[in-house]
């Protein structure tokens, strides 16, 4: 998995989370869990590193944004 660059993390309310799981469900069900939550930029497949247990993937959150009232457990109205 490559670097995280500047633009991924140059504003407050932003971030880059990593999910590193035994498999792809579990890092897809947790990432699930973070879009239910914050605005989310999903990633559509992990990587694995050779030599590395499970998988990876990365997502971009955005904490400053409204919940995502179409989800299951999302409720509308801002963050704070």
């Given at each position: 998995?490559?670097?995280?660059?500047?633009?991924?993390?140059?504003?407050?309310?932003?971030?880059?989370?990593?999910?590193?799981?035994?498999?792809?469900?579990?890092?897809?069900?947790?990432?699930?869990?973070?879009?239910?939550?914050?605005a989310?930029?999903?990633?559509?497949?992990?990587?694995?590193?050779?030599?590395?247990?499970?998988?990876?993937?990365?997502?971009?959150?955005?904490?400053?944004?409204?919940?995502?009232?179409q989800?299951?457990?999302?409720?509308?109205?801002?963050?704070?």
């Amino acid at each position: 998995m490559g670097p995280i660059n500047e633009v991924h993390v140059e504003r407050p309310g932003t971030a880059m989370v990593e999910i590193v799981a035994c498999d792809d469900q579990t890092a897809f069900a947790v990432q699930e869990l973070l879009a239910a939550r914050w605005a989310t930029a999903t990633a559509d497949r992990t990587t694995r590193d050779p030599g590395q247990p499970g998988v990876r993937l990365r997502c971009h959150l955005d904490v400053r944004q409204e919940l995502n009232p179409q989800h299951p457990t999302g409720e509308a109205g801002e963050v704070s």
